[in-house]
């Protein structure tokens, strides 16, 4: 078990590219997260699955925003049309049956310029 | 809505003086109150799970308790290896986070 693992780790992208990060959580876990965090802010929560479904959704999130979780393993986060404000750390984190506390990742930071 | 508050933002202390963290929460269920240490550039690193009102967790110098209303992180004795964010946060089905408070220990 190596923990919560994200790819890349750092990303730079020219404003409206599109750019996907993945994350494979911790092996047999069932719920996957996704968060955001800006400097000096704790982590934002975007969405999370349970298996392969996405059971909720930030209102915050826009629509360039989309969320994948194919057969309840590995998890894409995608961002259409990259804006400034997107620039962030994006968290992954996982959590086991029977188990409340989440595992994180090490994050992929975004710069969009 | 589910909402968590830390006080202080920011905190600092000289090493080996005491002090507390403060994580006020309004949620509609708790399953589980978090606390979590987050280093610069990195991911949080879990610490302690509090579940019931009384409830008190321990590892090394931090000590974790739990109200009906609030909690709170105790550290003893702190080094400046400790410098680091602190991160509450709380779960249902979701788990939502604070602000964090940027702790800093001088030598």
């Known amino acids: 078990d190596t923990g919560v693992s994200q790819d890349p780790r750092h990303k730079i992208t020219k404003r409206g590219q599109n750019v996907t990060f993945r994350c494979d959580p911790i092996?047999?876990?069932?719920?996957l997260y996704w968060y955001r965090q800006t400097l000096g802010q704790g982590p934002e929560f975007l969405t999370y699955?349970?298996?392969?479904?996405?059971?909720?959704k930030s209102r915050l999130l826009s629509d360039r925003f989309s969320a994948e979780r194919p057969k309840g393993s590995f998890s894409t986060l995608e961002i259409q049309r990259t804006e400034q404000g997107d620039s962030a750390m994006y968290l992954c984190?996982?959590?086991?049956?029977?188990?409340?506390?989440?595992?994180f990742g090490q994050g992929t930071r975004l710069t969009v310029v | 809505e589910d909402q968590v508050t830390q006080s202080p933002e920011a905190l600092r202390l000289q090493e080996g003086e005491s002090s507390s963290l403060n994580c006020s929460y309004t949620?509609?269920?708790?399953?589980?109150l978090f606390w979590y240490r987050q280093d610069p550039g990195k991911g949080p690193e879990f610490l302690f799970t509090?579940?019931?009102a009384g409830e008190e967790k321990e590892k090394e110098r931090l000590k974790a308790t739990l109200t009906k209303k609030e909690s709170f992180l105790h550290i003893t004795a702190p080094k400046p290896e400790d410098s680091a964010t602190y991160l509450c946060?709380?779960?249902?089905?979701?788990?939502?986070f604070g602000k964090g408070t940027r702790l800093h220990i001088l030598p």
């Open positions: 092996s047999e876990h069932n719920r």
């Open positions: 699955f349970q298996n392969e479904a996405q059971l909720e």
């Open positions: 509090l579940y019931s």
């Open positions: 984190a996982s959590t086991g049956r029977g188990n409340t506390e989440a595992f």
């Open positions: 946060a709380v779960g249902d089905d979701k788990i939502i």
């Open positions: 949620v509609s269920g708790l399953r589980g």
